[in-house]
């Protein structure tokens, strides 16, 4: 398919489609995909940008991932928060506007079990209209639990669809396991979670091939759990403790990044894009007013980071450190409404 004929297709996805918009020479075309991805963004979504926070209750992890800080060699101080911790952190997010909040923990079975996410969920119930996990994969059954305490969205990435390259970057631990991974968004789209977040970790694998697999776990879930929505996340490497940056040979460009993010508005008009304070402030900004409907804002990648002054390991290096209302006041400035909402709650009833 010609490079013209994929940009203004009305036909949706197809392999064919998306592989004209990620060629290289598609990059000559940026400036025109730009135009027609925001397009459609305002057409499907409107002048708004959906802003929630990231709650870390826990650095510990029994999986050895060498890109990521929370591995189970590192010796750095981990933390773990109660029940009254992690609510603690949650009130200081929610005084800050925000209604929708995103539980994030490393695999730690022991503490971070499913009696304590529903316990903890039941909780964030009275200030959160929408609750979202980025934890470890459950079962079905687990995932029905989470669901019936409140809990209705999901984000959790392969870091790579490559089997060859996972093997080499997950070679112990519960993470090794590839399809188990693969199929938990299909477990949680079983139980009725409505948001599914999909992604591949940038740095691991070649990001056209990568892109074009993540595409096709993308269209395999929207037409098997049409009832759900699908949501892109484009997370890349970053600075991190202990974390040697030489092991990743595929980084990418902004500009590359920015032809993955417009291709796949332009092949799935109505999925969410979603794009977190890894990127700089100036990316978000730009990215934001062309395709971007969904951002975190003020993010701490530690547990306990917005209440305590002392900070424990932090997942990644935060690149926008602005506050939340710093990013609220920039989208306005732009013509784009902030939304502290994800979902009302009343809707599940």
Same mark, same amino acid.
Request: proline share 3%.
């Given at each position: 398919?010609?490079?013209? #004929?994929?940009?203004?297709?009305e036909?949706? $996805?197809?392999?064919?489609?998306?592989?004209?918009?990620?060629?290289p020479?598609?990059? @000559?075309?940026l400036?025109?995909?730009a135009q027609?991805a925001?397009?459609?963004t305002?057409?499907?979504?409107? @002048?708004?940008?959906?802003? $929630?926070?990231?709650l870390? =209750?826990?650095?510990?992890?029994?999986?050895?991932?060498?890109?990521?800080?929370f591995?189970?060699? +590192?010796k750095?101080?981990?933390?773990r928060? &109660?029940?009254?911790q992690? =609510?603690?952190e949650?009130?200081i997010?929610?005084?800050e506007?925000?209604r929708?909040?995103?539980? =994030?923990s490393?695999?730690?079975? @022991?503490?971070?079990? !499913?009696?304590?996410l529903t %316990?903890?969920? #039941?909780?964030?119930? %009275?200030?959160?209209?929408?609750?979202?996990i980025?934890?470890?994969?459950? &079962?079905?059954e687990? $995932?029905?639990?989470?669901?019936?305490?409140g809990i209705?969205?999901?984000?959790?990435?392969? %870091?790579?669809?490559?089997?060859?390259?996972?093997e080499k970057?997950h070679?112990?631990?519960? #993470?090794s396991?590839?399809? *188990?991974?693969?199929?938990t968004? +299909?477990?949680a789209?079983q139980?009725?979670?409505?948001?599914?977040?999909?992604?591949?970790?940038?740095g691991?694998?070649? *990001?056209?091939?990568? /892109?074009?697999?993540?595409?096709?776990?993308?269209?395999?879930?929207?037409?098997?759990? *049409?009832?759900?929505? !699908?949501?892109?996340?484009?997370?890349?490497?970053?600075?991190?403790?202990?974390v040697?940056?030489?092991l990743?040979?595929y980084?990418?460009?902004?500009?590359?990044?920015?032809?993955?993010?417009l291709?796949?508005?332009?092949c799935f008009?109505d999925?969410?894009?979603?794009?977190? /304070?890894?990127?700089s402030?100036?990316?978000?900004?730009?990215m934001?007013h062309?395709?971007v /409907?969904r951002?975190?804002?003020?993010?701490? /990648? @530690?547990?306990?980071? $917005?209440?305590?002054?002392?900070?424990?390991?932090s997942?990644?290096? =935060?690149?926008d450190d602005r506050?939340?209302?710093?990013?609220?006041?920039?989208?306005?400035?732009?013509?784009?409404?902030p939304v *502290?909402?994800?979902?009302?709650k009343?809707?599940?009833?």
């Amino acid at each position: 398919m010609n490079i013209d #004929k994929a940009m203004y297709s009305e036909t949706g $996805y197809s392999l064919e489609r998306l592989n004209a918009l990620i060629s290289p020479d598609a990059q @000559n075309h940026l400036e025109q995909m730009a135009q027609r991805a925001r397009q459609i963004t305002r057409q499907r979504f409107g @002048n708004t940008i959906q802003l $929630y926070a990231p709650l870390y =209750v826990s650095n510990f992890c029994v999986n050895n991932c060498p890109y990521c800080a929370f591995n189970c060699k +590192s010796k750095l101080p981990r933390t773990r928060l &109660t029940i009254d911790q992690a =609510v603690k952190e949650a009130e200081i997010l929610a005084a800050e506007g925000f209604r929708h909040i995103l539980i =994030v923990s490393g695999e730690d079975k @022991n503490f971070i079990t !499913v009696a304590y996410l529903t %316990e903890l969920a #039941k909780k964030l119930r %009275e200030k959160f209209s929408s609750i979202s996990i980025e934890i470890y994969p459950l &079962t079905k059954e687990q $995932y029905d639990q989470l669901f019936a305490a409140g809990i209705d969205s999901i984000a959790l990435y392969q %870091e790579t669809y490559d089997r060859s390259d996972y093997e080499k970057f997950h070679k112990s631990g519960p #993470k090794s396991d590839y399809d *188990w991974r693969l199929d938990t968004l +299909s477990r949680a789209a079983q139980a009725g979670f409505r948001s599914l977040g999909i992604g591949f970790l940038i740095g691991l694998s070649d *990001w056209r091939t990568q /892109t074009l697999a993540m595409a096709e776990h993308a269209n395999l879930l929207m037409k098997k759990y *049409w009832q759900a929505r !699908v949501s892109f996340s484009f997370p890349r490497m970053r600075t991190a403790e202990n974390v040697d940056e030489k092991l990743f040979r595929y980084m990418i460009s902004d500009k590359e990044l920015v032809q993955m993010t417009l291709a796949l508005r332009l092949c799935f008009p109505d999925a969410e894009i979603v794009m977190s /304070t890894r990127e700089s402030q100036a990316f978000r900004d730009n990215m934001a007013h062309i395709c971007v /409907t969904r951002m975190s804002a003020g993010s701490k /990648t @530690n547990p306990g980071g $917005y209440a305590e002054k002392e900070q424990s390991l932090s997942q990644f290096e =935060v690149a926008d450190d602005r506050t939340p209302d710093q990013v609220a006041l920039m989208l306005k400035s732009i013509g784009l409404e902030p939304v *502290w909402k994800d979902w009302d709650k009343a809707f599940n009833e």
